[in-house]
């Protein structure tokens, strides 16, 4: 079962930026689809960027120009480390943010059903 731990959150004001890593590790193989996920109070959890393993990205409408997914692949085949580098945020952008091994690379595959603990981004306006 994949194993995922989420970094680097935390609070900034309107505007400012972060930059989340994710370590992945026991997966079936590292080139696996990921995507980055964010779930706010009292919404439900929605994927924000995916990352191809080839490099190929996409972005949810809401964060497209201001977020850039990345990855790195480790020479040991079951792991991975991904990025998002989120310029610009918004208070709109406060949620836990989890990354997940998506079973695919295509619109709506689903996540690994294991989840990390995710990292909490707070925007202040």
């Known amino acids: 079962q994949v194993q995922l731990v989420e970094s680097g959150g935390g609070l900034v004001q309107d505007g400012g930026s972060l930059r989340l890593s994710c370590t992945a590790s026991r997966m079936n193989r590292n080139t696996n689809a990921m995507g980055w996920y964010r779930q706010a109070p009292g919404k439900q959890r929605e994927l924000v960027a995916r990352?191809?393993?080839?490099?190929?990205?996409?972005?949810?409408?809401s964060v497209k120009g201001r977020f850039t997914i990345s990855r790195d692949n480790a020479r040991d085949s079951a792991k991975a480390t991904l990025y998002l580098q989120m310029d610009n945020l918004k208070p709109e952008d406060t949620a836990v943010y989890y990354c997940?091994?998506?079973?695919?690379?295509?619109?709506?595959?689903?996540?690994?059903?294991?989840w990390g603990q995710g990292t909490q981004v707070t925007v202040s306006s």
């Open positions: 997940n091994v998506l079973g695919g690379y295509s619109q709506g595959a689903p996540p690994a059903d294991n």
């Open positions: 990352i191809s393993g080839t490099g190929s990205t996409d972005y949810a409408d």
